[in-house]
Structures are given as structure tokens and as C-alpha cells.
């Protein structure tokens, strides 16, 4: 992974900024007035990790494999026959990920670590940003090196999947205990350098809870009485209820928006999913000219016009008037890149509710507040007319363009709650919007996907996995990176043992996702 080159720059770097730098052991007496040593001078990096927003990292973690989650469509092959979007990344690819997360993430929290002697409320914020981080990775690949990292050592034994979500569970405990205690100050010691939130500790503990509750709900049907504990400490300790608490990488010119150069710059390499667009054209939904731009490939057909996923040997410039994605505001600036959205919480809430779990709520209630809460989000109208709308269902997908990419929708789940519906229904109602507002997230999307089955994702037209990948269930994780391999093979040997089938496969279940899938 040329980790070690990586961490050793780091290394230089701060010997040059901290030389003539004394008394670092006076540090940590106060956390709350200005470092004596740039600790803060290492979080923009780390915070680059949590939307992906230059362009490189942003085509390969928001794109490239992010089709599975069904927003964006990466429509060309670059001259390739081995792509995610047909289930057959190759090694090179395959890497890219997982590679990037830990060589770009560590290289600094080690610094930080090193520098606050693992204490502190510095440190802590570092390990939120690296639990938000690693767990990412964690529904990427499964097992991972995550409880013996340290000291600027990757190389280390991986942990079972169980073993890495409670140590994550725990480091995230940890952090919101030191937060909580930071949110009674008037100081923000990150203010200069946190894009996100400012140096606003009392954000950035709802933004810990929120991020809590998700990973609960992340394992809940792997461990159900555990994710519930932790849910209902979420929820209790006070997660994200207003559009004013979503998280966004303001970008603050470190970068301009990735997507704004992938598809403005690059020439279209990334233009909106047919499956979430078939979905919302299906129920009119108003958000759709919040997220895409209008097709003009075919005259008289829909007004929104997504590409399939997975077509092989597509190049972009047939693609070209297909609808995009909308990455500016109104002012011509990019936009901010979303990271958690107020209305993820809600929708997790429902699903805790659903399952019986102390969600502060009914299901049907934080149901209907999460859509109200995304439609307010981007501005849409229309709010009461759409949460009524017990009718309507997702749309087929039909390229006016080339009919032979066509595909039905199986999907009939209709938008008004139905109190009356099962709750395989109900659960199918909650994860579909949660969907809908969880955009750009490709991630979220998969994960739900490969956790519950539901939404309905349309397939590649051609798939062409050789690692038994089908249709119904999709690609259900990443590969171990070809790396890990080269340096540290006989951990990763070993990690391969603790995968459901013994097998480091595409199609190999992940912990949290075993026996899940369409349920189509």
C-alpha cells in the first residue's frame, strides 16, 4: 500500500513545522486554548476522508463501486472489460478504496495520536473521524486491521468483523463522552480547520450519535440486543432532528465539489442511476430537479432520463445528454458535498421503531419526518401532497435511446404509510425513502441493500462476474486489497478465515449482511 513511504512523509513534515518548537510536553494541560504543536494541522486530511471530495478519490469511492447503491452511473469503460459495474473489477481497481482510507486517514491520525499521547479532547475528535472512516471500510471489505493499528503500523492481525464494530462501537463511546464534556465550553479549537461543523462541538455529538445509530442499525440482525442497546443510547443521547444539524464537507477551497470535475470536467464520467431516477419519476417526486439535470437526448420522453448500470463497452459521449447530476448552487459555486443527513436519523429511528426498540417515536411519525425533513433539505415543495400519495409506484426504466437497456421495476411499494401493510412492507416503505433522501450516499445505499434487501436495484445489463455475483443479490462486498497480500500476507491469509464462507469472493456475505438480498 506504500503505507510505510507515506507515513514516514508525514513524519518529515512535521519534524519541518514543529523544529524550533518547544515545550510539547505542556500539550495537553489545556485542551480548549490553541496547541503548542499543529495538531489541528492534521485534521483537513482526515476530514477528506469522509465525503471523498478531490476528484480522483471521489470518481473511485463515489462512483466506480458506488453504482451498487444505485445513484450514480460511472458510463464509460476507459478501453476496460473489467469493471465494478459488471461485477468484474479487476485487482488494480479492486485496491483503489480501501488503500486510499487507510494510507490517506492514518498518515495523520498517527500524528495526532502521537502528539496527544492518545488522550484528550484532540485525540478523541481523531477517533471519531476515524470510526466514521473505518467503518466504511468495515461495510466495504469485512474484517479488518482496526484494534492493533497503532504506533504507525498497519501491518497487523485483522479483527474478526464482530470484534471490529464493538471496538468501534467502544471508540465511539469514548469520543462522545470527551465531546459532551467540550459542548458546555465557548471555545472551538478546530474552528480554523474543521469544514464541516466549524469547531461546533455540540453538531458534531449529534453527528457521534447519528453515526452511532446507524452502525447499530448496521448489525442488528446480526446482533440484535447489542444494536439495540446502542440505538436507544443514540437516541438518547441526542441525534440529528433538523435540517441545521446535517453534515456537509463545505469544501472551503481545499477542493471544488468532486462530482463538478468527474462530470463537468471530465466530460460526463459520472450521470444519475436509472434505478434511483425510475423510482422518482415513478412518484413525480419534486426533489428529482434538486438532484439531476433534465435529459435532452430524446424529445417528448421523460424529463429525467438515467443510465444503467453495467453496460459493457459504454462510452461516455453516448451518454453524454443523459440526465447528470446537479453539483452547483444558484450563485455558480460548487456545492457542499453531503456527508450524514438530518434525515438519515429519522429513517433509522423508523426501522428502530418497526423492530420495537425506544426510537423517542412511532414508525409511521419518524417515517413521515424523515421525507419532510429531505424534502426541506433541498428545497423541494410539496411535502404534504407526496407523504399522501398512496398510489403511485416506481417507474420501469426505459432508455428512449437504446430500448435494449430497458428494464421493468419490480418494485410496487407505493409512498403514503399503510398502517394496515406488514411489516416486510413497512420495512420495504422506510428503506425506499430513506433511499431516496440518502442521495448521493453509495454506500448507505448498498449497505441497506445488501442488509434488507430492498430498494429494488436494477442489475447490469451485463454481468460478468466470474466470482458467482448474480443478478438478485448483487456484489455483496470488496475483495481484500491485492496489497494486503504483497505486505501482509499471512494476516490477511488468516482474515480470510473469518469470512462467512472461508472465501475473500465478491459474493462472500459480510457479517451484518448474511442472508440478505433482493427480495425480488
Known sequence: MNKILKYISGIVLLSTVVGCTSGFEKFNTNPYEPATLPVTSFFPAMIDCLASPEENPCQRNNTFWACFGGYVTAPHSWSRNTLFSTYSADDDWNKWTVNWYYEHFYTSW??????????????????LLRVYTMQMVASLQGPMSYSQIAAGQFYVPYDNEETAWKAMFDDLDAAIVEIQSAVTSTSRPLEDVDRVYGGDNSKWLKFANTLKLRMAMRISNADPEYARQKAEEAVAGGVMTSTSDSAYDLLNGRYPNGYYQISAGWGGEAKANASIVSYMNGYNDPRREKYFTAQTAVEGSDPYMGVRSGIQGMVKNDYINYSGLIYEESNGKTAPMPVMLAAEAAFLRAEGALKGWNMGGTAQDLYEQGVRLSFEEWGASGVDAYLADNTSTPADYTDAVNTSN???????????????????????????????????????????????????????????????????????????????????????????????????????????????????
Not at 110 to 127: K, P
Not at 435 to 445: Q, S
Request: hydrophobic letters at 30%; a positive charge; one cysteine or more.
Open 110 to 127: 498517527f500524528e495526532v495520536a502521537r502528539l496527544t499521547e492518545n488522550q484528550g479532547y484532540y485525540y478523541q475528535m481523531a477517533q
Open 406 to 520: 430497458s428494464i421493468a421495476n419490480k418494485s410496487t411499494i407505493t409512498i403514503a404509510w399503510d398502517n394496515g401493510a406488514s411489516n416486510e412492507k413497512k420495512l420495504e416503505r422506510i428503506i425506499t425513502q430513506k433511499w431516496i433522501a440518502g442521495y448521493p450516499n453509495g454506500l448507505e445505499g448498498w449497505s441497506d441493500f445488501r442488509r434488507t434487501g430492498y430498494p429494488y436495484i436494477f442489475p447490469p445489463k451485463n454481468n460478468l462476474s466470474t466470482q458467482g455475483c448474480t443478478n438478485e443479490r448483487g456484489q455483496r462486498r470488496l475483495r481484500f486489497s491485492v496489497d494486503e497480500y504483497s505486505n501482509n500476507r499471512a494476516n490477511v491469509t488468516a482474515a480470510v478465515q473469518m469470512l462467512s464462507n472461508g472465501t475473500d469472493s465478491d459474493n462472500t456475505d459480510l457479517w451484518w449482511a448474511l442472508k440478505s438480498g433482493s427480495k425480488y
